[in-house]
């Protein structure tokens, strides 16, 4: 199921705290992908459908240096094909000890058009990819290879991240708080309640900034409330 281009597009302008509010509503406790943080600050969040990539601890007659000399190798052939505009998820079992990927994989990355880069471990020549136009969020940096933990084994299957489950084509967004797992079959309804719960949050914020108190205002217990909202709305075309 493809992202619908709209909800591409209203989703860079929500955020992943909103997303957690409207899939909590729906009874999804654990999509936040935990302990991982953008490199570098987000002017724009990050938003693409998954690719992941699946790893378990490393074999070490499996994983020398001659691994990589196999071009089916799951790293290798993964970073090559995930589509432009998807997300490349690493389930590193949250083990940061080693690397996931570094600067040369994500800048293939980047090059290819992916939307972004997400690991629950972390990425060798973090300052590197800190400065890449490409969305990277990790656990901490991590100098040592990935064949030192982390063997690869397959790709573009379900993994866990974070104790977040992803499903391949599940929508992520990511900002500067972290990132977030939506299932894809319910994408488009969480976008528009989000973008809706946006609308109100901001004024909400306004008012609060303005000086009036949250009771009866967050939650809108009050109708009078509600009423400044539906003009508020009007006012700001919204």
Known sequence: MALHEQTRAALKRVSTATLATALFKR???????????????????MVGEAFTLRTIPAREDLNTLSAFRDRAHPQRKGVEDCPPGHIF???SRKDPRAASAGGILVTRLMVRGVAGVVTDGGFRDAADIAKLAIPAFHARPSAPTNLT????????VPIGCGDAPVFPGDVL??????????PAHIADEVTAEAVEMTAFEDFVQEMVAGGQSI???YP???ESNLERFAAWRKQHGR
């Open 27 to 45: 009874g999804f406790r654990s999509q936040m992908i935990q302990g991982v943080l953008p490199l570098a600050p987000l002017g724009e969040s």
């Open 89 to 91: 998820v690493v389930d």
């Open 215 to 217: 009771l009866g205002l």
């Open 149 to 156: 933990l982390h063997q690869p084994i397959e790709a573009n």
């Open 173 to 182: 967004v990511g900002d500067n708080d972290g990132v977030i797992v939506i």
């Open 220 to 222: 809108p217990t009050e």
